[in-house]
């Protein structure tokens, strides 16, 4: 598989989890399998751990929407990567999905504290992997976008001009 394919599969994987895990909970809530407390907080874990993934990589979609610019991505990945590279995602959505899934059902979720640690243990668990991997395939700036405007420079150690240390 080619990086770009790779980069594509993870790309939508990200997006559209995001949409859809969040949909998910929505009609469960509708459905009785959580309380509307329970559907806001649920949200507000989830989102934006997804989100934190698909904003950077549409960032770096938008930044290389011209794929002529970047024939490099069309080499051939080893099977390792491209293994992990599908396998993270895919095992990401449905530890989460599967979460919510079971608390919505009330199985083996005993309560709405026990799921939120659960979700909580997750998202960490995959967390750094899928930084990776997501910095990999879209750069860094995908993963933590380095904004340079807020960053203080080095503290000088000679006095300003015209002044004498005493």
Do not use: W
Not at 12 to 22: E, H, K
Not at 39 to 65: D, N, Q
Not at 67 to 78: E, L, V, Y
């Amino acid at each position: 598989m080619s990086e770009r394919f790779l980069a594509g599969f993870v790309a939508v994987v990200f997006i559209t989890s995001n949409i859809l895990t969040v949909f998910l909970v929505i009609v469960l809530y509708f459905l009785r399998g959580f309380t509307f407390d329970e559907t806001t907080t649920t949200v507000a874990i989830v989102a934006p751990v997804f989100a934190a993934y698909a904003s950077g990589i549409i960032r770096f979609s938008v930044k290389h929407r011209d794929a002529k610019t970047q024939p490099h991505r069309d080499a051939p990945q080893t099977f390792v990567f491209s293994f992990i590279s599908t396998f993270i995602p895919i095992m990401f959505v449905v530890a989460i999905v599967g979460l919510v899934v079971l608390r919505a059902a009330n199985l083996g979720i005993t309560s709405f504290e026990q799921f939120k640690i659960l979700l909580g243990i997750a998202e960490a668990l995959f967390a750094g992997y899928a930084a990776l991997l997501v910095g990999a395939l879209f750069g860094s700036d995908a993963v933590a976008p380095r904004d340079e405007s807020h960053t203080l420079a080095p503290a000088s150690r000679k006095p300003p001009t015209g002044h004498t240390s005493d």
